[in-house]
């Protein structure tokens, strides 16, 4: 293996290391740490300079303590399990808007595509904050949709959607549908048409082609944007916060409050721990199954 | 030759850009909280670039404080919040030789600041207030008849007159730290206390109007009271004041009065600060004499209607700030304020919990 290559590969593993790993260990150290009066507000902090001696003793002082703090009240895993629940029906509602959306991008006339393309990353020139802010001058009681759905005769009387966790759905929904449509978009433009005319001269009907053959060639795309929507979902603090009601739960609130209000930085240290391990079990899963996948196919 | 001429030109232009920015002094206020007219006095005067930043919340100031290395050489939290940061280190002992204006505070005020920061060792006062209750006065009496209990804590924390109120809108701040005093005063307990059986006494109360207030949140009752929307506030005496003036200056017909309930109300003080690491300390320094000269004081007072702990500034307030008794209140409402000290990180950690508990049942 030549100098160039090893270069090259190293880059993604430098990136995760400096930017991932290393903050993970930090954040980790401080889970297993105890709330001081202090700057930094906690203890101990590591030294150097005491020596091996020094090192020791920092370690010694690690102890679980706070994560057997987090089972002991059912606020932490009331609020991940509805975090899971919000994360993965959102993701479902962005599938279901996300596809069609992709499948209809892909499938017009090759000119329009990039204009397409550019109405869906519109949005993003605005601030991601400004676009949750105007959602609630929409979403009030005397809002625009409401005024609009009282103009048409719809209802009668004006939704109470701010501050509810219908309001937390749409938020999610509006603000990480990017993220589904673009990657199912760059799967179907690359999906091979002659398949599908090979399926059609075999006597397989529109839907059924679809079904046998679009879908599971898109599952790669699916898969990507689905882990696209739920994993900032799942942590999403601004949505809930600027929408969302006072009984909606969500971890990324309770995180807020232990860092801010508790100024317990080990506990919010122990709560950001647990949500990264909630991420990585489905996705290391989805990884082994592709490995096992593609071993069986060799 | 030319050579050395450039290079003595950018040696010059290193130096300058290093001494502009020694020269700066980072400030680091609550929002809609200052004249912004002094910010460019203060930079006529002294000769510094002055970066003034806003936060909205004490928990953030905190949160930055206790990570060090901020930046920043002038914050101003609350007394509470202060105490607290001081016993962390925070703080660097002011310089008083530096702070001519000194002279010119308020006994009243620094008798009572000095329970979190003994004799003024690291901070001045800046501005002070209470917490109370704003009305909509002509929808409270439409509802609850002209002998409605506008001054009292009963307003808000008797179920029967919540129940009634409910359907014109009634806000709390989101604050337990200033909430839960009021519900242990009301109950007749020592709103100070950091007995965690006395404080769960608040619970059962609080729990009890939960379900007639609209909202928790410290900021959005200002423009929802001047709008109509809503007809009660607990809140804070300066931003009730703000939305009453806003529905003034609207002319909708809205009306709003401010109480510091008659039962006693927590009386606040934001103080003014230098972190220990603060960059530019001697700047700072000279940003605190600036905020205690009386006419610059006065200003600031007379632009956000709150109180402030300067003595010599106050024949310089204009009428509707010192004549005010919901901003400077009189003699016998003054003793009924109290004051709260910091909890610790276990109480504050229950009262957070039964806060969470209160707002969302679980």
């Known amino acids: ?50 020596g091996w001696v020094a090192f020791k003793d920092f370690f010694s002082q690690l102890d679980f303590e706070n994560f057997t703090f987090l089972a002991s009240d059912s606020l932490y895993w009331k609020s991940y399990l509805s975090s899971v629940q919000i994360a993965c029906i959102s993701t479902f509602i962005c599938l279901m808007i996300g596809f069609p959306i992709a499948y209809g991008m892909a499938n017009a006339p090759q000119e329009w595509q990039p204009t ?34 009282l103009w048409l005769g719809i209802i009668g009387e004006p939704l109470v959607i701010l501050n509810t966790n219908w309001a937390v759905y749409i938020g999610i929904v509006y603000t990480y549908c990017p993220f589904m ?55 999403e ?37 647990i949500l990264l391990l909630i991420l990585i079990i489905p996705i290391v899963l989805y990884q082994r199954n592709e490995q096992k996948m593609m071993e069986a196919k060799k | 030759m030319n050579y050395t001429k450039s290079s003595i030109v950018f040696a010059a232009v290193i130096m300058s850009a290093q001494m502009a920015w020694a020269e700066e002094v980072r400030v680091y206020n609550w929002s809609d909280y200052i004249d912004e007219d002094l910010l460019s006095k203060f930079e006529e005067e002294s000769g510094y670039k002055l970066i003034y930043d806003v936060f909205d919340s004490n928990e953030v100031l905190e949160t930055k404080l206790l990570a060090g290395g901020s930046g920043y050489d002038v914050v101003v939290p609350s007394g509470t919040f202060l105490q607290r940061q001081i016993m962390a280190g925070a703080f660097q002992k002011l310089d008083k030789s530096m702070l001519s204006n000194m002279g010119n505070l308020w006994d009243v005020v620094q008798d009572r600041t000095d329970t979190y920061d003994p004799d003024g060792a690291y901070s001045i006062n800046y501005m002070w207030g209470t917490t109370g209750i704003g009305v909509n006065v002509a929808k409270v009496t439409e509802i609850l008849g002209e002998d409605a209990p506008i001054d009292s804590l009963a307003l808000v924390f008797d179920p029967a007159n ?37 404080l769960a006494k608040a619970e059962p109360l609080l729990a009890a109007v939960r379900p007639y207030v609209l909202k928790y949140n410290s900021s959005e009752y200002i423009s929802a009271l001047a709008n109509g929307d809503i007809c009660v506030a607990f809140g804070w005496s300066g931003d009730i004041l703000q939305s009453r003036d806003r529905a ?112 969302s049942g679980t």
């Open chain 1, 1 to 50: 293996m030549n100098f160039r290559r090893i270069f090259l590969f190293s880059i993604p593993y430098i990136w995760l290391l400096a930017l991932f790993l290393a903050p993970f260990l930090i954040v980790l150290k401080i889970s297993l740490s105890d709330i001081a009066l202090a700057i930094p507000p906690y203890t101990p902090t590591l030294d150097l300079s005491g």
């Open chain 1, 116 to 149: 397409l393309m550019l109405l869906v990353i519109l949005p993003f020139w605005t601030s991601f904050l400004i676009r949750v802010y105007s959602l609630i001058g929409i979403l009030s009681q005397d809002g625009i949709l409401n005024q609009f759905l």
């Open chain 1, 181 to 235: 449509i673009l990657p199912i978009y760059a799967t179907l433009t690359k999906l091979d048409a002659s398949l599908l005319e090979a399926a059609e001269d075999l006597g397989c009907s529109r839907t059924s082609a679809f079904w046998q053959i679009t879908v599971p060639l898109s599952k790669s795309g699916i898969i990507a944007g689905c882990f696209l929507v739920f994993i900032p979902a799942l942590g």
């Open chain 1, 237 to 273: 603090f601004v949505i809930p916060s600027l929408l969302g009601g006072s009984s909606t739960l969500m971890i990324g609130k309770v995180l807020f409050e232990e860092f801010f209000a508790n100024r317990d930085w080990p506990v919010a240290g122990a709560v950001a721990v």
């Open chain 2, 162 to 198: 919540m129940e009634k109120l409910a359907e014109c809108g009634v806000y709390f701040l989101d604050a337990p730290g200033e909430i839960v005093p009021a519900a242990l005063q009301y109950l007749g307990e020592d709103p100070d206390s950091k007995d965690l059986d006395v």
């Open chain 2, 248 to 359: 003034a200056e609207a002319d909708n017909g809205v009306e709003i009065a401010y109480s510091a309930p008659s039962e006693g109300a927590l009386m606040w003080f934001d103080q003014m600060a230098i972190p220990v690491d603060a960059p530019n300390p001697t700047g700072a320094h000279a940003f605190l004499d600036f905020i205690m000269d009386p006419e610059n004081m006065a200003t600031a007072s007379n632009y956000v209607y709150y109180a402030n702990g300067n003595l010599a500034s106050q024949p310089l307030l204009e009428e509707d700030v010192i004549g005010d008794t919901a901003i400077y209140p009189d003699a016998k409402t003054l003793e009924t304020l109290y004051i709260t000290t910091p909890y610790d990180a276990k109480v504050q950690r229950f009262v957070t919990r039964m806060w969470t508990r209160v707002k």
